[in-house]
């Protein structure tokens, strides 16, 4: 269970059941403070979820959950198994990272969404190895001199060719209130525009999230 609390913070707790006279018991454990909704990822790759995410200090969080539910210690967080990834991070308010095939391996990536020191939205892209997850220079950054405003992107086979598309809402200000274009991006292809007929209505989100569209 992941809720924001007042600082902008998510308090994550697990809540796991155990028999107890006949009776299914659940009690919560205590995960972390994190920036966003943490991601349920089997990061080390032995068939159990693990849940990833970043302190509110930028540092990534990355942690093995125990076949009692309880969290393990912490020689088993697993941040070790993203190599050489930076101390902090600056991570993109608002926008959820995302779980991906985008090169039709038929592998998840984990594309981190961070924000550059001017302004862009960037694309860490982290591809499962046989020996760790490994950082890829794939996806361009979109800079604000490509498009200032943009909404968080979302994954889709846009154009049915079998391999996934990576769509971006273009806005016409901050707040995102409304969609100009859409920028698509595909391994085969870069960032391409795309006209999208939406300046008439107005984008209505939820507080402290810059999700436009669900796919
Ligand atoms: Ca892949
Ligand atoms: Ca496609």
Request: glycine share 4%; proline share 5%.
């Amino acid at each position: 269970v992941s809720i924001r609390n007042s600082n902008a913070e998510y308090n994550h707790t697990l809540w796991t059941s155990e028999e107890f006279r006949d009776t299914e018991v659940f009690r919560p454990f205590f995960v972390a403070m994190l920036v966003q909704h943490a991601m349920a990822i089997d990061v080390s790759d032995d068939g159990w979820t693990d849940i990833l995410g970043f302190y509110p200090n930028g540092t990534l969080f990355c942690t093995k959950v125990g076949d009692k539910g309880t969290i393990r210690p912490a020689v088993d967080y697993c941040e070790h198994e993203f190599a050489h990834f930076q101390e902090q991070t600056n991570v993109y308010p608002g926008m959820p990272h995302l779980f991906v095939d985008l090169n039709n391996d038929l592998f998840a990536e984990i594309v981190f969404l961070t924000k550059g020191s001017d302004g862009s939205l960037v694309f860490n892209v982290w591809q499962k190895t046989k020996l760790n997850w490994s950082f890829r220079e794939w996806i361009p950054k979109i800079t604000p001199s490509f498009h200032q405003y943009v909404a968080a992107p979302v994954v889709m086979d846009y154009d049915s060719d079998g391999q996934m598309d990576i769509l971006v809402p273009v806005c016409k200000e901050a707040a995102c209130t409304h969609i100009t274009q859409m920028t698509v991006w595909s391994k085969d292809r870069q960032w391409m525009n795309v006209a999208c007929e939406m300046q008439d209505f107005s984008v209505k989100k939820d507080p402290y999230s810059m999700v436009v569209f669900r796919v």
